[in-house]
């Protein structure tokens, strides 16, 4: 069984910096692609990162980048997601997502974690 | 970035009733979309991937068409437990995004 597990999240003052991690099971974690999804209070889903199975490509959204960097230890199946400088628009509980496929990734997510909650605030 | 625009931004509906939700893209992203069902307190689900392909365990009744810029998610014959927020993702390039969402409620 799948299973993605987060953790890090927490109360945050403005310009400050958290990582956050997800510790996965239950699959070959070094054979897929994972994904950071980000959904602020009340509001829908934002794709925030992804990297590839062997963590040598990284891809962001434009409103993190230079500010977030999504890697991975593939010999502890964990995913991380370091934020830094961090603002009141990031207030949001994050998801890791598991990307379908392998060897061909296709880029949706068909296991999603519960998320974790980072709360922005003075 | 290619923008999703989902309409309507609320369906009410009742049981046993079908449901039509639409996905627009600002620009074409051939097959590659992606539709999700999120109920509260809870991540999101993958229903259907590449316009028309079913996730696992994913019931009959969720049907989805559309190629290009024009997506459709029918559910035919709503039951109970459809009653939820659904999304829809694009993978055609980066950055991946998703639509604002389409709530569908019970009348």
């Known amino acids: 069984e799948v299973q993605l597990l987060e953790s890090g999240g927490g109360l945050v003052q403005p310009g400050g910096s958290l990582r956050l991690s997800c510790a996965a099971s239950?699959?070959?974690?070094?054979?897929?692609?994972m994904s950071w999804v980000r959904q602020a209070p009340g509001k829908g889903l934002e794709w925030v990162a992804a990297?590839?199975?062997?963590?040598?490509?990284?891809f962001y959204a434009d409103s993190v980048k230079g500010r977030f960097t999504i890697s991975r230890d593939n010999s502890k199946n964990t995913l991380y997601l370091q934020i830094n400088s961090l603002r009141a628009g990031d207030t949001a509980v994050y998801y890791c997502?598991?990307?379908?496929?392998?060897?061909?990734?296709?880029?949706?997510?068909?296991?999603w974690g519960q998320g974790t909650l980072v709360t922005v605030s003075s | 970035e290619i923008v999703l625009t989902q309409s309507p931004a609320t369906l009410s509906l009742s049981p046993g009733e079908r449901a039509t939700l639409s996905c627009r893209a600002s620009?074409?992203?051939?097959?590659?979309l992606a539709w999700y069902q999120q109920k509260p307190g809870q991540a999101p689900r993958l229903l259907i991937y590449?316009?028309?392909t079913r996730a696992a365990g994913i019931p009959a009744r969720f049907n989805g068409t559309g190629s290009g810029t024009d997506f459709t998610l029918t559910i035919s014959g709503l039951e109970p437990e459809d009653f939820a927020v659904f999304y829809c993702?694009?993978?055609?390039?980066?950055?991946?995004?998703f639509g604002g969402g389409t709530k569908v409620e019970i009348k």
């Open positions: 997502a598991k990307v379908r496929g392998t060897p061909v990734t296709t880029y949706y997510f068909d296991f």
């Open positions: 993702q694009h993978r055609n390039n980066w950055p991946l995004t």
């Open positions: 590449d316009a028309s």
């Open positions: 239950g699959f070959t974690f070094s054979s897929y692609a």
């Open positions: 620009q074409s992203v051939s097959s590659y």
């Open positions: 990297v590839t199975g062997t963590g040598g490509h990284t």
